[in-house]
């Protein structure tokens, strides 16, 4: 077996890769600022790239800064936040921009303990934040970082299903010692899983690590552990619940409660669909049997 690739071994090859492959993404230039970063992590979550970067834009146009979206109603953020999916990311940004306001002077905070107080931003938020919007040294380990260091340091096809301390100390380990440095590596790696070291259909011979991978030098080996099952989308809740906040959000006001839930055949699914969504804080109900956005 051979051994798996240094640290060393792997920057010397994907930093370079990075540099002349990296997409030009209006968050990672040099003009960015930590609000931008911080937005783009959390729209980010579970959604590609091409949904978000017209809707980041938006928001950056008509919230700059976190006092903007703060000024702004919670109902203006999920209207905004178009068919991102998961529009409760959309109420925490405003949390998030209230607290920046109210706690922090206005300015996203700089330290990763600092930055998980924040609501809605957890452990991944806030290093990718430090990381990328302030240059530190933080360890940022998303899907595609897992798959990448899975792949090329430990010669498995997938990582497990869920983070582990040992994927953890492993980013860690492969960290640049200098901060700006080790702030590009991770955005490189993400790169290099985003557009080469894909799940489904990898492009060993456009990567710039195929001479050392230890997957691809054991023979690419199978997947061996539970199967992957991508999530299904009709008939469950979360596209229930999408019909309702859509109808909502392009709705010039309250929208009648008979009316709102006609967006569903199944009585009990739209039912408990809209309990949720009032508990969640998306929607609010008025007298009369009539709905809205949070305002």
């Keep these: 077996m051979r051994p798996a690739p240094t640290a060393g071994v792997l920057h010397e090859l ?7 492959q990296q997409r030009d993404l209006p968050w990672r230039r040099p003009d960015r600022s930590p609000w931008g970063v911080l937005v783009s992590e959390v729209m980010l979550q579970q959604t590609p790239v091409a949904r978000v970067l017209p809707v980041w834009e938006r928001w950056m146009e008509l919230w700059p800064a ?19 999916g998961y529009p409760r990311r959309a109420l925490r940004l405003h949390a998030a921009a209230t607290a920046i306001r109210d706690l922090h002077g206005g300015a996203v905070p700089d330290a990763e303990e600092t930055l998980r107080t924040l609501p809605g931003v957890g452990d991944y938020t806030a290093a990718a934040v430090a990381a990328f919007a302030f ?8 899907t595609n970082v897992r798959r990448v260091h899975a792949r090329a340091v430990t010669g498995a096809a997938l990582p497990a299903p869920s983070l582990t301390r040992a ?4 980013a860690t380990s492969l960290l640049p010692d200098d901060d ?18 894909t799940a489904r259909a990898p492009r060993c011979g456009a990567c710039p690590v195929a001479t050392v991978c230890a997957w691809r030098l054991a023979g690419s080996p199978a997947h061996d552990g539970p199967p992957r099952r991508g999530q299904r989308w009709e008939g469950t809740d979360r596209q229930c619940r999408g019909r309702m906040v859509q109808l909502l959000r392009e709705a010039p006001g309250p929208v009648e409660g008979e009316r709102l839930r006609a ?6 699914q739209r039912d408990r669909c809209l309990d949720a969504l009032v508990a969640d804080g998306l929607v609010e109900p008025l007298e009369g049997d009539r709905y809205r956005l949070p305002v």
């Design 14 to 20: 994907v930093l370079p890769w990075y540099a002349e």
């Design 135 to 142: 240059g530190r040294r933080a360890t940022v380990v998303d």
């Design 167 to 170: 994927e953890v100390a492993l």
């Design 66 to 84: 976190p006092a903007d979206l703060a000024a702004a109603s919670p109902g203006d953020a999920v209207r905004e936040w178009g068919r991102l």
């Design 180 to 197: 700006a440095e080790a702030a590009v590596w991770h955005v490189a790696v993400m790169e290099l899983g985003a557009l080469v070291c």
């Design 263 to 268: 967006v569903w055949p199944d009585e009990a």
